[in-house]
């Protein structure tokens, strides 16, 4: 064995038997540091935390609004909204929905404006957009993808003493209810409804596993009559238009005014003895004698170009819609909308009331063609004629929707 094998056997064994500090001293000293860990750079395309103080805000988007207006408002800088709205723009065709929440995280100030840092929002429940800065200070976008069930939800009750009433109580949401009334009183009465009839409603409807829920058109609406002939309405797309369809019947309105609350006429257009002032006045709308807190629709698609007070006509909503016609909803309790949004045609506006110049709850609905009062009552319906393939497609369509 080698000389030099035995000594390092003796030093090793000595600093075995001897105590820790008498060890430690026979340990040969360094002569240099080690480096301190580094921890490996990201990748050039992962998103980097910025640097400095950040503020983070939260913005809905409005209808008629582009994400950039939305970031430049918050405060960030012009050219990195911009940017950032390219990107959105590519990635997501279909455009961001009214309401959609966007976080923005912002950094340093640029002048008067911030730099932008981080924008996320979910344009649907199926999955998530950020975008964010990268090593070389460019925008990168990913999406996140999340499980979502599209089951529809299926609403099932009987009528009794107020249809609409009951199909709310059992969770039916207000527009889904007023469109199946809606689409109801062009086959019936519907004051002939019987309290034992029974309904049948299907809803589209997304779930998230996040926990959030969206829902959607009405897409199947029945009623299931004792005493007369069953209701089927399904919904469709005939000559462009979008709406629910009877797939018994041949021709069908596709077009014009949904009624803004489900109850019976009070008062008709034209003249009458004013039932306050006392004296004969024409009355340039209807009146529906609805019960306090109804929720009232907007007959057609629109803009909101009033929700205020408007003297004797109490709580007003006016609403401005195509072909210079403009309706407008009085005497409401509060309102569901805000001035220069855009409204649906069957989306609840307001609820009703007793405001202003009224001597109880009722809707005053009033409908002007080119600045002059038309009768509400007489906006006639566009019909599409059905051939049998369609109204087979419509029926097929139907028995698929029951068996949800």
Do not use: C
């Not at 990748?43 to 935390?49: I, S």
Request: charged letters at 20%; zero cysteines.
């Amino acid at each position: 064995m080698p000389a030099g094998a035995v000594v390092l056997g003796l030093a090793a064994i000595a600093a075995q038997t001897l105590p820790p500090s008498a060890a430690l001293a026979t340990a040969p000293v360094q002569q240099s540091e080690r480096p301190a860990r580094v921890a490996p750079a990201p990748p050039v395309d992962a998103f980097v935390e910025p640097s400095g103080a950040t503020v983070e805000l939260f913005a809905s988007l409005s209808d008629g609004n582009e994400l950039k207006q939305l970031l430049e408002r918050t405060g960030a800088d012009a050219k990195d909204s911009a940017r950032a709205s390219e990107l959105v723009d590519d990635a997501v065709p279909a455009g961001i929905p009214e309401g959609t929440e966007v976080a923005v995280l912002l950094g340093q100030k640029t002048g008067s404006a911030r730099r932008l840092e981080r924008v996320s929002f979910k344009p649907s429940l199926a999955f998530k957009v950020t975008i964010g800065r990268i090593r070389t200070g460019d925008f990168k976008l990913a999406r996140d993808g999340v499980n979502v069930d599209t089951r529809p939800r299926r609403f099932k009750g009987a009528a009794g003493s107020d249809l609409f009433w009951s199909l709310r109580a059992s969770g039916v949401p207000a527009e889904a209810a007023n469109e199946f009334l809606e689409a109801m009183s062009s086959r019936i009465n519907v004051r002939q409804v019987a309290p034992d009839d029974r309904f049948d409603l299907v809803i589209d409807h997304v779930r998230a596993e996040t926990g959030e829920n969206r829902g959607g058109p009405l897409l199947y609406a029945a009623l299931d009559r004792r005493n007369a002939n069953d209701l089927t309405f399904v919904r469709w797309t005939v000559g462009g238009h979008t709406g629910l369809f009877d797939p018994t019947m041949p021709a069908q309105r596709t077009d014009g005014f949904a009624r803004p609350v489900q109850a019976k006429v009070s008062s008709s257009f034209g003249h009458r003895l004013h039932p306050i002032l006392r004296f004969a006045r024409f009355h340039q709308g209807v009146d529906f004698g609805a019960r306090w807190g109804t929720p009232v629709a907007a007959a057609a698609d629109g803009i909101v170009r009033g929700a205020d007070w408007a003297g004797g006509y109490g709580r007003q909503v006016r609403l401005v819609h195509s072909s210079g016609v403009l309706t407008s909803y009085s005497h409401l309790s509060s309102f569901a909308v805000a001035p220069g949004t855009y409204v649906r045609r069957g989306q609840v506006i307001g609820y009703v009331g007793s405001s202003g110049l009224s001597t109880g709850p009722h809707l005053h609905f009033e409908v002007r063609k080119d600045g002059q009062p038309v009768d509400p009552l007489s906006f006639s319906f566009a019909r599409a004629p059905l051939g049998s393939a369609e109204l087979a497609v419509l029926r097929a369509r139907a028995e698929q929707l029951r068996g949800v």
